[in-house]
């Protein structure tokens, strides 16, 4: 089974940059969607932005503006850069694979923006 390994995240101030990445563990063929989900101390893990092919994303209305998913086929990674970081995007950032009716989730990687 594939799995998923995210790096990148850290402690930021208000208002700074950060750039998530998630690599797969072997080569992915035919049609996925990968994509990163956060979930803030007590709330439930949300979508942030997915790609369901190298030229489609879906963005929460939260972060569209703020962030850029991108994905390299190729790789088989898939990124996420973070922009104009606010204290309410403080969480745990999941790298997500879906394949048909199989998902994948990665162990997660803290991101904490400081008022």
């Known amino acids: 089974q594939v799995q998923l390994v995210e790096s990148g995240g850290g402690l930021v101030q208000y208002g700074g940059s950060l750039r998530l990445s998630c690599a797969a563990s072997?080569?992915?063929?035919?049609?996925?969607?990968m994509g990163w989900y956060r979930q803030a101390p007590g709330k439930q893990r949300e979508l942030v932005a997915d790609?369901?092919?190298?030229?489609?994303?879906n963005y929460a209305d939260s972060v569209k503006g703020r962030f850029t998913i991108s994905r390299d086929s190729a790789k088989n990674t898939v990124s996420l850069e973070m922009n104009s970081l606010k204290p309410e995007d403080t969480a745990v950032y999941y790298c997500?694979?879906?394949?048909?009716?199989?998902?994948?989730w990665g162990k997660g990687t803290l991101v904490t923006v400081s008022s």
């Open positions: 072997r080569r992915i063929v035919g049609i996925y969607t």
């Open positions: 997500n694979l879906d394949i048909g009716n199989t998902r994948t």
């Open positions: 790609m369901p092919s190298d030229r489609i994303t």
